[in-house]
């Protein structure tokens, strides 16, 4: 299950760190609010090759809590933009909020098979 937790924090942390040069490219927002991306994309990627290489796994578990703390403030936040708004949002709103709560969802999966797989590999 580590391994699996660990394939996908390489993936995910190599597809957020591109995803949010995409998304901010030409407008960056105030640095506190973009470098927590790269802060989290660093974690998983780090993480995941340790874990792979048969490292340590407390770095991937570290970046799978960072990036669902992070995409928890993030997917709320977007969340409630929309509730409070309806549909004078905007598709664009909408859309990203969805994406957002994708990724969400997946930094939780990450987390728990991370979690799963610290305690099996101690047993």
Known sequence: MIRISAWLAVVFGLALAVLE???????????????????AATLLVVGGV??????????????WGFACAMFWMSFFGHFDEVLRQ???????????????????GLTMLGFVTALAGTKNARR
């Open 50 to 63: 340790l874990v792979l290489r048969r490292g340590p796994a407390h770095w991937l578990t570290a970046g």
């Open 86 to 104: 309806g549909a004078a949002v905007g598709a664009r709103e909408q859309r990203l909020t969805l994406i957002i709560g994708i990724m969400f």
């Open 21 to 39: 040069a995409v998304r901010n490219w030409g407008d960056w927002q105030w640095w506190p609010f973009w470098v927590v991306d790269y802060v």
